[in-house]
């Protein structure tokens, strides 16, 4: 067997004969976007946005130096460091057919949890332009209910204690905002990339909320100078599995310790509000719009919400992945109606978008059968994405008298998951949730009080004082009880 060549700059001349490479000098990058959360999904959307305008020429400036707050970055930190920041970005195409190339805009990649220093001057250095953010929905630290920052953090205790040991996200951001502004430099923009509806005002609010309790005037310096762009962000990005690490050394021979797989679609729609300049990003298909609210609801009360729907409900089941529920006609018409009967009804008005086709094409998109997305990353978290992408909307057809049945058997089969982790066979289920111990709590309580799991505040606001909701989610999760098999629920 020839042996395989390692993915890192010394070898891309020799990897070039096999997989497209980058085809810019990656040594004139400069890192004007310093990014928090190098995950799958950085990799297959900006940083490969970022690399196609790199290929374009005349995006020196914006090379991006990959940042990780918590310990468990250490792995891609160590991976990315050893492969000069290079991977490889897999597409699956519905048909079977795959494009790998290699991607090149990440040349650097700093760790915060030991040396905050380190991150803090990488986010103060003149070359800095953006802090974009993938920190998922739970790194914003705010109370799903109320919308509030929450203060009780410990880490956000700490670092209101000792501003030069930042923890999370707020703490490292004051502190480099601050480092500028003492150096004369201009302010960075604050870019999120999750799925949290209005993003950018979500960011701005903790922000300034964290920053007026530690320094009032650097409150008041971020909301006059700092830019905090909106964007709908969209493109699935499953786990990498060791078979996508396989398939690369056996059909490229390259040996690439952590590529990232994706869909063929990508989205980006985003508000063109930056404090420091931009990218031309516009160049290679991002649309800059005036106000990208419509979107970003539109996208996390269908394609996200869908994706919970299916994999919570598929969990159960036992199905172990997206496109295994889509192909169970009985799930692709659950899915459906909650999208047609639940979701739409309370979406808002969009000019130009055709409501069926998006639906259509969500459709196709879960069903490619060569992205394999695990029901297990699609539930992960639920506790902080269901109140956004679902609970929102069962909100919403109260107040308009609208259906929220097959939302509500959604939360009641979320319950009995957060319950009794096992699927209707009796095979464990993955439950990976920061708040696992307290929905299980809450769950197990089911049976001598059916409404103990929707009294979560935090997760379900005021829900327990509606009745039509209280009454049907009542009755659902009895019968979950009763009889696991999810299938005749959904009927
Ligand atoms: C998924 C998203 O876990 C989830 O919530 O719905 O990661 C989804 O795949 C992406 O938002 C697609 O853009």
Redesign the pocket.
Known sequence: MKKEIMLNTKNLAEISNQLPTPTFDRALLKPGIVHVGVGG?HRA?QAYYTHLLQEKGDAAEWGICGIGLRKGDQKIHDVLQKQDGLYTLIVNHPDGKIDSQVIGSIIDFKLGHETPDVVIDQMAHPDTKIVSLTIT?GGYNFNSSTGDFDFDNTDVQHELQHPNDPKTIYGFLTAAIKKRRNLGLPAFTVMSCD?IQHNGDVTREMLLAFANRQDKELAEYIEKEVGFPNSM??????VTTQADIDYLESTYNVKDEWPVTCEPFI?WVIEDNFSNGRPEFEKVGVQFVPDVKPYEKM?LRL??A???VL?ILGAIHGHPTINACMEDDLFVTYLRAFMDEEATPVLDKLEGIDLTAYKDSLQERFANPNIK?SVS?????SSA?LPK?LIATIQDNLAKGGSITYATLVIAAWCYYSDKGIDKNGNPIEIIDATQEQLHAAASKTNTDPLAFIRQESIFGNLINEEKFTSLYSELVQQIYTDSDIKKHMT
């Open positions: 999904f959307h929905e799925n962000v969209d493109r699935i990005t499953p989205q996208k394609l996200n869908g994706h919970s994999g997305d990353r699609i539930c992960s978290e994405k992408f």
